[in-house]
């Protein structure tokens, strides 16, 4: 028996099935149609009563991940809202604080849209806490300097005068230098230095005075006393304010936070009005996700609109008539419902991926019933009447068809293999859906045919539009096809290698979009940037450890926390701090009196003073001594009484502000530590929950392209390994779901190999294929495993495959070329696609690779069609049906319509996707009724050594010739 008459015989069970159900289904199309229609209408009901939908893209990712599991760790104490960010953009910050404070106001009054607003820290609850930010070294030598005004400090105010001053710093020179200690020195060179600036000064300009105890006090004038009590959320430049709320999520489907995205936008309107001089917008995760979905929904109505007329369009000229078009349609919609129906038995919801899959079946789905009805038109303008013709178009195109959903569905089935749960998600409800969508054409086709054709003349039946040109070619000169095309194809292909992966999110938004261009521009601010990391620590210890060793990272810009804020070592300074306050619990409540002043002893002080600098060695004693004798040039130029009046306004002035000195840290000297009460509590619910302490880490550079996004990760793991955030979750998920994409073609590829040889293979034979190189693959797992190494599911797949291959190409050489030849639409047509989208300078997306799988699948239907067109001619010289090329056209063209639409999106992910679906399946289409068929005319001639004789008449061209019918050949 011969191989062809082998594998005829190995496909006449499944015939005889279709056969079957194709005449059971004839005989009572009523009831049939009734019974089909009532399962989808349960179907459908029940998907919209228990289907439920998952927006969030935490809800694409398995959960037992390891860096999902710490993800959810830390969502389980500081939650996973994104903040929503606006964004107040003037020249002048004092316009800036105003706004945000309007703005903050508002939002704060709106619990039930957001939570935890963040504009301004308000530090009045530090005030009287300020020296609690001291270091126990400066509070000590606080206290030393304290104590060297104590007669003062006790009342004796009018012991306190200028003279006293010069008197006791020509001492401290003197001391200072004589112990050699050149820091000691400097200090009291600086104090000097400043009562001598501040006295000239006011000399010179009596309205001008100048605190001579700037640089006298032992600590900096920015840290001596209270914080600012209020300062807001700016860049560095204060050019851009920013007020963070979390939004309170209370929608369920596709709506997730819009609506408080939306009540912010209308607080924003409602305050610019006010200020028309400033620029205000609105950014950040749940910005752009809601005008990423709102785009794409605005998108996808124009989408359908185009897609449904280009269609319907392209199906009335396709097939010449409006009513077998419907009836396609309405068992691509009974498919569709089956789908859901499937969708919520197994998985039970639809994730942001796996919503996806009604687009895979329309596009697979529509490619049956456009077969069928293509084929059974043929039949019945041969003459066939209506129920015998319905049962031929089964036994012809059946196999075909569940042949190829039985590959595209186990090629989908094999993501559950994957990592990615999203992926996993979408396999097995588009591989569920693709079968019941086949199985569908077989009970929703001839029972509604049967029914809309009972009464109509043949003659009065549509003729698909055919497009014989296409066979003439590829059988009249099949060499010069051949060659041709092979050498464009691969010319094209190897523009391929310049396609690569994006993995930018923010290169799949509309352009123009406010939200996205406003997230642009913040990109290039490093302190202002929506996207850092996250981890938390046990205690307030932990986290300044932390903060340390990110910060020592160069790709880290900064760490925000809360930690810092309290005091670290509260017993020591509780006691310095009290002894502080103490010191200062008698000043007076009046200011003191000036007190007496002599000019000559004030002069005369200050010549001794500049005299005893003479030996200290210091760059800054020439300007000390040039000020003091410009202070007794002018002394010198005005009378006795002005001298006394300038210099006793001088001394009461210093000694007022001396006492003012001392109340304010007199009001910051509350000894009590700081406590988190002291802190706003949106503040506070940010950083530290359930006795932990979060982190804020923030990158030097922005982090949406790949580059510096894993440079960023990789860095803040070396210092915290349980580190985690939207950066990291972006990582993880892009890189993971292009690898799970990768594996899913690795295990289609198998699983379609697999089904190829069951179909190309006589039984004999593909049992010797397929349970052969099981023992043979055993034994090599279990080596490999005695020997400690681990042989992963792809290795132990691809040594299983290779070892097929070997078997196949020793028993059945025919069988195995024929399986590649099945292989090359998908394969090749992947190539070309690739080739074309480089010319195109497309790279690939998280959005677009979506399709992918289509194409394939597509690409897989196609090849098998060809193959099954060529099996039905076994034995002569191989012609391409003219109905199997039309109804390949118009089931590709139909596909690039549909998807070809999205073209027009501003959404540039859906643009992609529009572009790469087009591209990809005119790819497929090419090498399916061009190349294909070329190159299996020329393995007919080879095989059977005839050559082309034209038909004369379109009815019958591509049917055998009678020539061919009786055995004869054609002289060459």
């Not at 020592?552 to 009290?578: D, F, G, N, R, T």
């Amino acid at each position: 028996m011969s191989d062809d008459v082998s594998n005829h015989a190995q496909s006449a069970l499944v015939t005889r099935i279709l056969k079957a159900i194709t005449s059971a289904v004839t005989r009572a199309p009523g009831v049939t149609l009734f019974l089909i229609l009532l399962l989808a209408a349960a179907s459908a009901g029940y998907s919209a009563l228990f289907l439920k939908f998952k927006t969030d893209r935490s809800d694409l990712i398995d959960p037992h991940a390891d860096y999902q599991q710490r993800w959810i760790r830390y969502t389980k104490d500081f939650g996973d809202s994104a903040d929503i960010v606006v964004v107040v953009e003037s020249d002048e910050p004092e316009e800036i604080d105003a706004i945000l404070d309007e703005l903050g106001t508002q939002v704060e009054s709106e619990p039930q849209f957001f939570r935890d607003a963040l504009y301004k820290i308000d530090q009045r609850g530090l005030v009287s806490k300020g020296l609690q930010k001291l270091s126990p070294k400066e509070l000590d030598n606080l206290i030393n300097w304290l104590e060297s005004f104590g007669p003062i400090l006790k009342g004796r105010w009018q012991m306190y005068s200028l003279n006293q001053v010069f008197t006791n710093l020509k001492p401290q020179v003197a001391r200072a230098i004589e112990s050699g200690d050149s820091q000691a020195t400097a200090d009291v060179l600086r104090v000097g230095e400043g009562f001598v600036q501040s006295l000239w000064q006011y000399i010179s300009n009596p309205d001008q005075f100048i605190s001579p105890w700037e640089l006298a006090m032992p600590i900096d004038q920015q840290t001596q006393g209270a914080p600012a009590e209020v300062y807001y959320l700016t860049n560095e430049e204060r050019t851009m304010g920013f007020l963070k709320a979390q939004p309170v999520q209370k929608a369920t489907g596709f709506d997730g936070t819009d609506k408080s995205v939306d009540r912010m936008e209308a607080i924003i309107a409602a305050t610019a009005i006010d200020h028309p001089r400033a620029k205000l917008g609105i950014t950040g995760i749940p910005s752009l996700e809601r005008d990423e979905m709102r785009s794409s929904q605005d998108s996808m109505i124009w989408q359908s609109i185009i897609s449904f007329g280009g269609v319907g369009l392209l199906l009335v000229a396709g097939f010449r008539g409006v009513k077998h078009p419907l009836l396609g349609q309405l068992m691509l919609a009974v498919g569709t419902a089956l789908g859901f129906g499937f969708a919520t038995a197994t998985i039970g919801h639809l994730n942001i991926l796996s919503v996806s899959f009604v687009t895979m079946l329309v596009g697979l789905g529509s490619d049956y019933a456009i077969l069928y009805l293509s084929q059974y038109l043929q039949f019945r303008h041969e003459g066939q009447d209506l129920r015998p013709a319905l049962i031929a178009t089964a036994q012809e195109v059946g196999p075909g068809i569940l042949t190829a959903a039985a590959t595209t569905s186990l090629a989908f089935f094999c993501a559950v293999f994957t990592d990615f749960l999203g992926v996993a998600e979408l396999g097995v409800i588009a591989g569920g859906g693709i079968l019941l969508c086949a199985l569908a054409a077989f009970f929703v086709m001839p029972s509604s045919i049967s029914l809309a054709d009972r009464n109509t003349d043949p003659k009065r039946l549509p003729a698909p539009l055919k497009l014989n040109v296409i066979s003439q070619v590829t059988s009249r000169w099949p060499l010069a096809v051949t060659v041709f095309s092979i050498v464009l194809i691969a010319s094209i292909s190897s523009y391929g290698m310049q396609v690569k992966y994006d993995y930018n999110l923010l290169h799949l938004q509309a352009d123009g979009v406010p939200s996205v261009e406003l997230q642009k521009r913040l990109v290039k601010e490093p302190g202002s940037r929506t996207l850092f990391a996250v981890t938390t620590a046990s205690s307030a210890a932990e986290a300044l450890e932390l903060k340390k060793r990110f910060e020592a990272l160069p790709e880290v810009h900064q760490v925000k926390e809360i930690a810092s804020v309290l005091p670290q070592q509260p017993s020591e300074k509780a006691l310095l701090i009290q002894g502080i306050h103490a010191l200062l619990t008698d000043l007076p409540s009046e200011w003191p009196e000036a007190g007496s002043i002599d000019p000559v002893l004030i002069r005369e002080r200050l010549e001794r003073f500049s005299g005893s600098l003479d030996e200290a060695h210091s760059p800054s004693i020439r300007n000390i001594q040039k000020q003091i004798s410009q202070i007794i040039e002018l002394l010198d130029q005005t009378s006795l009484d002005q001298q006394t009046a300038i210099l006793t306004g001088y001394q009461m002035r210093m000694k007022a502000d001396l006492l003012s000195r001392f109340r304010g840290l007199q009001a910051v000297s509350n000894p009590e530590p700081v406590t988190l009460a002291d802190l706003p509590s949106a503040l506070v619910s940010r950083f530290t929950r359930a006795g932990r302490w979060s982190l804020q880490i923030h990158p030097q550079e922005e982090i949406w392209d790949i580059e510096p996004l894993e440079k960023f990760v990789n860095a803040v793991r070396q210092v915290d390994p349980e580190v985690t955030g939207v950066p990291l979750q972006n990582y993880e998920a892009s890189q993971q779901i292009w690898q799970s994409y990768k594996r899913v073609a690795v295990y289609a590829l198998l699983a379609i190999y697999l089904v190829l040889v069951l179909d190309f293979l006589n039984l004999r034979n593909t049992l010797i294929a397929v349970l052969g190189p099981i023992a043979g693959v055993a034994v090599m797992t279990y080596i490999a495993n005695s020997i400690g190494t681990r042989i992963g599911y792809e290795q132990i797949g691809l040594a299983y495959v290779v070892t097929t291959i070997v078997l196949v190409a020793i028993i059945d050489m025919e069988g195995l070329r024929n399986i590649a030849l099945a292989l090359l639409p998908p394969l090749a047509g992947a190539a070309l696609m690739l080739g074309i989208m480089g010319l195109m300078d497309v790279d690939l997306n998280p959005a677009n690779l979506i399709i992918l799988p289509l194409i394939l699948g597509i690409g897989f239907d196609n090849g098998v069609h060809v193959m099954h067109d060529y099996r039905r001619q076994a034995g002569h010289r191989y012609v391409s049906s003219p109905s199997m090329i039309n109804s390949l056209i118009l089931t590709s063209f139909t596909n690039m319509v549909g998807f070809g639409s999205m073209i027009i999106a501003p959404h540039r992910g859906l643009k992609s996707i529009g572009v790469v679906s087009s591209v990809g399946v005119g790819s497929c289409l090419i090498m399916s009724v061009v190349v294909l068929p070329a190159i299996m005319t020329l393995i007919s001639l080879r095989k059977h050594g005839v050559q082309f004789v034209p038909s004369p008449t379109v009815e019958n061209f591509g049917q055998p010739s009678v020539d061919h019918a009786m055995g004869n050949k054609s002289e060459a």
